[in-house]
């Protein structure tokens, strides 16, 4: 079974500070996505990433994928209150499926 | 825009109800996807389907059952709802894969 762990599972900070969520797993992944969830909504992708070593900018955060396909991050940079929210990420597990990590509660303080 | 609609936002059930949870979809996608969501536990996969009348068990498809008798409506299932069900389900479509387009989510108590 694929497994991704995502880490931190919480965090706080200020506004105007940066933050790296990070995603890992032991397996490969043919591409990796990140979502955001906002309270009482589903979640809305942000970003896919497909190639070994693929950084994608998305305004102030980049996402980045690693050179073995296992692990991804996330890095916000000047983090703002409307940053605010669930980040989930999810592996493409083959055959339309995907893995979902535990998630990461962000909350940015003003 | 894609648009993924759940029938209800907040569900309360009794325990041995038999619960009905339905999703339609307005993009014409192949796929359409039940996960439940749990604190700390993230999007765990119920079933899956890739087109009319086709399913396929996720990871925990125990105690539900699904229907897809049209394309665009996927039906969740709970035969004998019981208190650990409650939780937030999630319905999903994708057509390219593997986007999947998310509706706002049932949340479900069981007493």
């Known amino acids: 079974t694929q497994l991704l762990e995502q880490s931190p599972q919480f965090l706080s900070i200020q506004e105007g500070e940066n933050l790296t969520v990070y995603c890992n797993s032991s397996s490969v992944f043919s591409s990796l996505q990140w979502y955001r969830q906002e309270p009482g909504e589903g979640p809305v992708l942000l970003v896919t990433v497909v190639t070994g070593g693929e950084v994608k900018k998305l305004k102030r955060l980049t996402f980045q994928f690693g050179d073995a396909r296992k692990d991804s991050s996330l890095h916000i940079t000047a983090a703002q209150p409307g940053d605010t929210g669930l980040y989930l990420c999810?592996?493409?597990?083959?055959?339309?499926?995907?893995?979902f990590g535990q998630g990461t509660r962000l909350t940015i303080n003003p | 825009d894609v648009k993924v609609t759940q029938s209800s936002r907040y569900l309360v059930k009794r325990t041995g109800e038999k619960v009905f949870l339905e999703c339609v979809q307005d993009?014409?996608?192949?796929?359409m996807f039940w996960y439940r969501q749990d604190p700390g536990l993230g999007l765990r996969l119920i079933y899956f389907s890739y087109d009319v009348k086709m399913k396929e068990k996720g990871d925990i498809p125990e105690g539900y059952s699904v229907s897809r008798e049209k394309k665009e409506r996927f039906s969740l299932i709970l035969e004998s709802a019981s208190t650990n069900q409650t939780s937030m389900y999630l319905c999903a479509s994708s057509f390219v894969r593997p986007k999947q387009y998310f509706g706002p989510g049932t949340r479900l108590t069981v007493t």
């Open positions: 993009m014409d996608h192949e796929n």
């Open positions: 999810a592996g493409e597990s083959g055959a339309q499926k995907l893995v």
